[in-house]
């Protein structure tokens, strides 16, 4: 590409990626294929390139197909000079990310549905990570547990004193959460009382399940049962 932004040699697969012949192409700028809203941060930078207040421009970057198909690229460009340092032309390399782009997309929607549904939930929802330290939490859990999401976070439920269904203390072993972790198996419907500061006793029904990601290790479900069991 030259000073102008105008296409000096193609080859073959960088007609395949954009959908235009080498023919078609030497007759326009890399602006004619750039999407609109990309190009607004191409031109300064490759216009540093040109004066030589840059040596090398990498980004990715929206490109509009002869067949009018938006795809995504990653674009490295090199700004090439003679030796008395005078402006050559750039040399661009660029690679088809539309298919990793659509996944990251069609990732970042499954999450928000998911975020979305989790906060919905009458019951509490928690993630542990490899540590134990809870990396998640829903609204419904800092509702039932009545701590906030910093202080969930902080490790703040540990300073509480916790209840066996039958009212004896319960060791940190026998938490349902723990179990997950040392036996490597699901434990459902674990009663549980939580004394909070006030002396006040909220129940508790909890399941934890172990899965096997690399930032999540156990994931809890919490049922406040305090009606039930003042009943």
Known sequence: VDSDFKFRKVNPKYCSIIGYSESELLKMTF?????PEDLIKDIPSITKLINKKLSAYKTAKRYIRKDGEEIWGALNVTANYDKEGKFLYNLAIL???TGRKRAETELREREIKLSTILNLLPVGISILDQDQKIVYENPA?????DITMEGLQHGDYLERKYLRGDGSPKPVEEFASTRAFSENKAQHN???GVVKEDDNIVWTNVSAVPVDFPDWKVVLVTADITGIKRA
């Open 141 to 145: 859990l800092e509702k039932i547990l």
């Open 95 to 97: 690679e088809d990310i």
């Open 190 to 192: 674990i009663i549980t």
């Open 31 to 35: 602006k004619d294929i750039t999407h």
